[in-house]
């Protein structure tokens, strides 16, 4: 049965997690114990870790973890053939971000299957559409070279501190109809919730976000603009207005699912950037070639991943899958499938163009993706424009923190 958004109730299916939790269906050869985003040789390479599963896992295994078990998928046609088949894989109670039971909303458009699903997306059509982005662009290059101005003479910067984070961060406040001002206190609820880790400081900076975003709901409410927020509050769906919950999940929803991922893509990027020079020369030798580059960065850069329950048995690869079984698409290594990218973990900027499984795919690709792509764009361009030369500063040691959208958790620059 569809979920009804006027009314969000919490999942009733089980999460289920442990080596003693592995239901009978589940053949004892596919089981494995991955440690994706959390094991130590995970978080010492992450994506050399998910390009390897290739020669090391089978190409559909069941993960068992303390936090869940999961089917996983790597190859990049059985993750779009997840994607593309919502009425067999949904997204109902697919988010992990946890909720007041007794207060409970959905995180919209992610939690919706079609059909409803679409009259959410078609409400930030227009804003999210490459044209609509591209009214953002100058927006973009002026945050963006204010951001340089601020550290370019030291000739140094701790790159994800003064720009990896910002960015996206400011250009998401002017987005959403957001004071500037708020920069600094965004990028800290954002770091407390999506990377401390701590379960008392996650849910005081989901209370505080809660409740500044109430606030500006309100705001918008009465004294509507051209901003997201106040195109959702004024939304209709179904010739009516949007319930409290569906408007806050709705808003909530696209602060989790449009900062750190930029964040982190970003801050990816950079690290090759800067231990690979002779590439960034290359990349600056060709600045027509841009939109190629950005493509394959993001290929190889892939952050996150898409989790979903199977709501009807089914059967994949030989495999048999049974309703209230969860799936996760492990996007990054998708992207590595050496049957469609060959020498998968090479950027190689000529490459035939092949579709990218970073913003997933099917009816909840990333809706932000337009966005994503040119502020990577912008941000390349006028970092190359202002800093052409630079390096990792000596005796770093990338670290990552576990999570479901990777990156480095630090890195100094020097030039
Ligand atoms: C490089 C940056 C980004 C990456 C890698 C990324 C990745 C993704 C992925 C993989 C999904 C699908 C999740 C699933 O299938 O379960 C998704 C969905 C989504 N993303 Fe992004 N995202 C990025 C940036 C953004 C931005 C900037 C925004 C908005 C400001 C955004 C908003 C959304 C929304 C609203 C959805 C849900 C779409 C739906 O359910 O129909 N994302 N993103």
Not at 281 to 296: C, G, L, R, W, Y
Not at 380 to 386: A, N
Request: one cysteine or more; glycine letters at 6%; aromatic letters at 10%.
């Amino acid at each position: 049965m569809p979920i009804d958004a006027t009314n969000p109730v919490p999942p009733q299916f089980p999460r289920i997690a442990g080596r003693d939790n592995i239901p009978d269906h589940v053949p004892g050869e596919l089981v494995r114990s991955v440690g994706l985003t959390f094991g130590p040789e995970f978080l010492a390479a992450p994506h050399e870790y998910m390009a390897n599963l290739h020669g090391t896992v089978p190409p559909i295994y069941y993960d068992t973890s303390e936090f869940m078990n999961a089917w996983q998928l790597i190859k990049h046609e059985d993750a779009f053939h997840m994607l593309r088949h919502p009425e067999i894989f949904s997204n109902e109670g697919a988010t992990p971000f946890p909720r007041d039971p007794d207060d409970y909303f959905y995180f919209i458009p992610i939690e919706i299957d079609p059909p409803d699903h679409r009259k959410y997306r078609a409400i930030l059509d227009p804003i999210f559409s490459p044209k609509g982005v591209l009214a953002l662009e100058q927006k973009i290059r002026d945050l963006a070279n204010d951001l340089i101005d601020e550290f370019i003479d030291k000739g140094e910067c701790e790159y994800t501190e003064d720009f990896g984070r910002p960015l996206p961060v400011s250009v998401f406040l002017d987005l959403m109809g957001l004071p500037q001002e708020k920069r600094d206190t965004f990028v800290k609820w954002a770091m407390d919730l999506l990377h401390s880790n701590d379960r008392a400081i996650m849910a005081q900076s989901m209370a505080s976000i809660t409740a500044y975003l109430k606030e500006m709901i309100a705001e918008k409410q009465a004294n509507p603009d051209d901003k997201v927020i106040s195109r959702i509050v004024h939304a209709e769906v179904d010739g009516r207005p949007m319930t409290p919950p569906e408007i806050f999940g709705f808003v909530v929803f696209l602060f989790i699912g449009g900062l750190d991922t930029v964040f982190a893509t970003l801050n990816n990027i950079w690290m090759w950037l800067a231990q690979n020079p002779q590439r960034v020369k290359e990349m600056i030798a060709n600045p027509d070639a841009i939109n190629a580059q950005v493509e394959e960065l993001l290929r190889v850069w892939a952050v996150t991943f898409s989790g979903r329950v199977v709501a009807q048995d089914t059967e994949l690869r030989g495999v048999k899958f049974k309703k209230g079984d969860r799936v996760t698409a492990v996007l990054p290594a998708c992207n590595f499938d050496p049957e469609v990218f060959p020498n998968p973990t090479e950027v190689d900027f000529s490459r035939p163009r092949k579709p990218i499984l970073s913003f997933a795919g099917g009816p909840h690709s990333c809706m932000g993706a337009h966005l994503a792509r040119l502020e990577v764009k912008v941000a390349l361009q006028e970092w190359f424009r202002r800093i052409p030369e630079f390096a990792l500063k000596e005796g770093t040691k990338i670290e990552y923190r576990p999570g479901g959208v990777v990156g480095p958790e630090h890195l100094p620059l020097v030039w």
